[in-house]
């Protein structure tokens, strides 16, 4: 279903995008990851070549307009299409301030890593997409722009937007083929929530692992690969019908049983 495509991945070095970009490369996908860690960068993608060997790595900074110009037109140049987009650079500095103790600084810099890079992004993959006529989008909110925790305020408000933004740019483009979805994932075991645990206690630890766990119906976090399995899913042509819709995958949050 994949086979020969051309998709970009944002974030594509760990977690949900590395686990994406992974079970799209099986498939036979020629995967551009994009993030701003070489390092990163190249490790995953000596993953990636061992089944799809014509995927690249491309540094970039999703807050910045020329990183993502030039990602999508070398991706372009390098395979002369662009049949997907995958929006997820995450941001492992959010802070969680109360809102009188919030930096404007701060502020200015989480609604552009949550949101405007989001936007940067589609705005240069339409831009291809429109004269192929075909293409399909999934950017990552998060469980957060629904529950809207006290002391995640911008953080919610920047996924949330990303929401908003995926509806009505999916409403606008439908017409030309062209597909748009958001995924909004709970906890997973990804580097960013592993950065979090490394910082605590074995006695912090445990006791928000056990938060974590009952949190939601499963009991359990859950692995990144079964947020990709949801990716993959509304990127393919099984989902040919399905736009302007944001997809839940969060173990059931807000319905566990006691």
Same mark, same amino acid.
């Given at each position: 279903m994949f086979e020969e495509k051309v998709g970009i991945i944002t974030g594509g070095t760990s977690g949900i995008g590395l686990a994406t970009a992974e079970l799209l490369a099986k498939e036979g996908m020629y995967v551009v990851i994009a993030s701003r860690s070489v390092e990163k960068g190249?490790?995953?993608?000596?993953?990636?070549?061992?089944?799809?060997?014509?995927?690249?790595?491309?540094? +970039? &900074?999703?807050?910045?307009?020329? *990183?993502?110009? @030039? #990602?999508?037109?070398? =991706?372009?140049?390098?395979?002369?299409?662009?049949?997907?987009?995958?929006?997820?650079?995450?941001?492992?500095?959010?802070?969680?301030?109360? +809102? &009188?103790?919030?930096?404007?600084? *701060?502020?200015? @810099? #989480?609604?552009?890593? =949550?949101?405007?890079?989001?936007?940067?992004?589609?705005?240069?993959?339409?831009?291809?997409?429109?004269?192929?006529?075909?293409?399909?989008?999934?950017?990552?909110s998060s469980i957060d722009a629904l529950l809207c925790s006290a002391g995640t305020g911008v953080y919610a408000a920047g996924k949330s937007g990303i929401i908003a933004l995926t509806k009505s740019v999916a409403q606008e483009y439908g017409h030309q083929n062209i597909r748009i979805n958001s995924l909004c994932p709970g906890a997973f075991r990804t580097s960013m929530l592993e950065e979090k645990f490394s910082t605590l206690s074995s006695e912090e630890k445990l006791k928000l692992n056990e938060s974590y766990q009952k949190l939601n119906a499963l009991g359990r976090i859950g692995d990144p690969f079964e947020a990709a399995k949801a990716v993959k899913w509304l990127l393919s042509d099984d989902a040919s019908f399905v736009t302007g819709q944001n997809i839940i995958v969060d173990g059931g949050i807000g319905f566990r049983f006691e």
């Open positions: 190249e490790k995953a993608l000596s993953t990636l070549r061992k089944w799809s060997p014509k995927s690249i790595f491309i540094k +970039t &900074d999703v807050t910045n307009n020329q *990183d993502v110009k @030039h #990602l999508v037109s070398q =991706t372009y140049s390098t395979f002369g299409k662009i049949d997907i987009g995958f929006n997820n650079a995450a941001n492992a500095e959010a802070s969680s301030y109360a +809102t &009188d103790q919030f930096k404007e600084e *701060d502020f200015d @810099h #989480l609604i552009n890593v =949550t949101l405007k890079s989001v936007w940067l992004c589609m705005k240069y993959q339409l831009q291809v997409m429109t004269k192929q006529n075909s293409g399909v989008i999934v950017n990552t």
